[in-house]
């Protein structure tokens, strides 16, 4: 199984980034994929998940961290066997390292990760 981030890069408060997490080695549309990210000497968290089992065009059931609801959306494309975060009205405090990670869980992550993508939010 791999996981491969993309898109992340420096960008100014309020700007917007998408990422791009492509998998391989899996029957993408049937597995939960999540965004977690990590911020210097913060626990890793969750970020955004969608489930597995939608039709080719995507689909599943998403959920949000609190401090991320109504700015992120996450999505998938399953023809393309790729998860999207597009990301709106950045905060400085969303500065992290993004990961992907499958088969993501309710109660946890999966045991399958991409190397990460940084994000950084500054003026």
């Known amino acids: 199984v791999q996981l491969v981030e993309s898109g992340g890069g420096l960008v100014q408060p309020g700007g917007s980034l998408r990422l791009s997490c492509a998998a391989s080695g899996i029957i993408f549309s049937l597995y939960a994929i999540g965004w977690y990210r990590q911020a210097p000497g913060k626990q890793r968290e969750l970020v955004a998940r969608i489930t597995g089992g939608g039709s080719t065009n995507g689909g599943g059931s998403t959920n949000y961290a609190d401090s991320v609801k109504g700015r992120f959306t996450i999505s998938r494309d399953n023809a393309k066997n790729t998860v999207y975060l597009h990301m709106n009205s950045l905060k400085p405090e969303d500065s992290a390292v993004y990961y992907c990670?499958?088969?993501?869980?309710?109660?946890?992550?999966?045991?399958?990760w991409g190397q990460g993508t940084q994000v950084t939010v500054s003026s």
């Open positions: 990670n499958t088969p993501t869980g309710v109660s946890g992550p999966g045991g399958y």
